[in-house]
């Protein structure tokens, strides 16, 4: 899933740990997209005037998607990156050397290059950012936009860069005609010529980011992502208030004054949400563990399930229940701070623990 432009508020109020776990535990999402928003927007500054503030932001949510141990995107939310050299060149190079080469971390240099520019123009941005990551983080995985608002990946495979562990972007809209097979033939001729198409950010309605839900067309691009092991990011965790985003309500996910702690509830989910919620949920995210039904999968470690007894019982009494819900359960034994802090933290009667 990806967050919304970084600047729309402040404090973002998803831009942080909690949001992070419900994703994984709510969404099954095993990544995050977290937009840094570059220009000011609808009145609000982005890094380029507002740049400590919106840097936080961003390490917060980095650190948020380690803790939670799923990756995160760091994007770089331009249209005109090429414009802004000097600020992206600093923000990737300190980015990087804290971060350095975290598997967990995915660098998108570039969100969506407008049509002001052309692949050349792309390439010689590229040449100079990259070189900059890898640097400090030789072996990360680093999403390059394709030309045309992220479409033309056949153009950018055609005449690739010269790194390693390079993927260009697709971005499409479900609902949006133009965004059907003719798409989807340019992700195939970038994949036959050999090259990594990722779809950082996706929509199930118009390219707005408003309009109906396409059920339809949406399923048609998931089973295209799936059948060639694409990976797809849905646009957007944000709350569909129209005092803020009054032209990108149908993309969001999530109802007109949702927190953060809300969001794994059905009745904050707005359709668009609740349908890409459903993909996830039914889709090998490789984020949830082998629990027994209603038991807590750790975020720690992914052998470890925990249950709640709400009794008074004996040690021995209680370690006996305790193999009567499960085969092989034991009674909890804290390890260490974090195991100390997840258990305090869990709400068992909303995962539906005894």
């Given at each position: ?50 740049t ?124 949006v ?10 992700a ?6 050999g ?9 199930t ?82 984020v ?8 807590y ?58």
């Amino acid at each position: 899933m990806s967050l919304f432009w970084s600047q729309q508020q402040t404090p973002n109020p998803f831009f942080n740990f909690g949001t992070l776990r419900h994703l994984k535990k709510n969404w099954n999402s095993n990544i995050v997209r977290a937009p840094l928003g570059i220009v000011d927007l609808d009145g609000h500054p982005g890094y380029l005037n507002n740049t400590e503030v919106e840097y936080e932001k961003m390490k917060a949510v980095i650190d948020g998607a380690i803790q939670n141990n799923i990756y995160v995107i760091v994007d770089w939310h331009d249209h005109q990156a090429n414009l802004h050299l000097e600020k992206a060149k600093e923000f990737f190079k300190n980015i990087s050397q804290i971060y350095g080469n975290d598997p967990h971390i995915i660098y998108e240099i570039w969100n969506e290059p407008d049509r002001s520019v052309n692949w050349t123009d792309i390439k010689a941005y590229s040449n100079v950012i990259i070189p900059i990551i890898r640097a400090n983080a030789p072996d990360s995985l680093i999403l390059v936009g394709a030309p045309t608002f992220a479409q033309d990946v056949d153009i950018a495979a055609a005449d690739p860069l010269n790194y390693q562990n390079i993927a260009y972007t697709l971005h499409y809209y479900a609902a949006v005609p133009e965004h059907q097979q003719y798409l989807r033939d340019k992700a195939l001729a970038a994949i036959n010529l050999g090259k990594c198409v990722f779809i950082s950010e996706y929509g199930t309605v118009w390219y707005t980011g408003g309009g109906a839900v396409d059920e339809g067309n949406s399923t048609i691009w998931w089973n295209f992502n799936d059948q060639y092991k694409l990976s797809y990011v849905n646009w957007a965790i944000w709350t569909n208030n129209p005092s803020i985003s009054p032209n990108l309500t149908g993309a969001n996910a999530l109802t007109q004054g949702t927190t953060n702690n809300q969001m794994g509830m059905p009745s904050h989910w707005t359709t668009s949400g609740a349908l890409v919620n459903k993909k996830y949920q039914t889709t090998n995210q490789g984020v949830k563990g082998n629990c027994p039904s209603s038991w807590y999968q750790s975020d720690y470690n992914n052998n470890t399930c925990y249950n709640y007894i709400n009794q008074n019982f004996t040690w021995t009494q209680a370690s006996f229940y305790c193999n009567f819900l499960a085969q092989h359960a034991l009674l909890t034994s804290i390890a260490n701070a974090s195991e100390n802090s997840e258990v305090l933290g869990i709400n068992f009667y909303s995962t539906g623990c005894l």
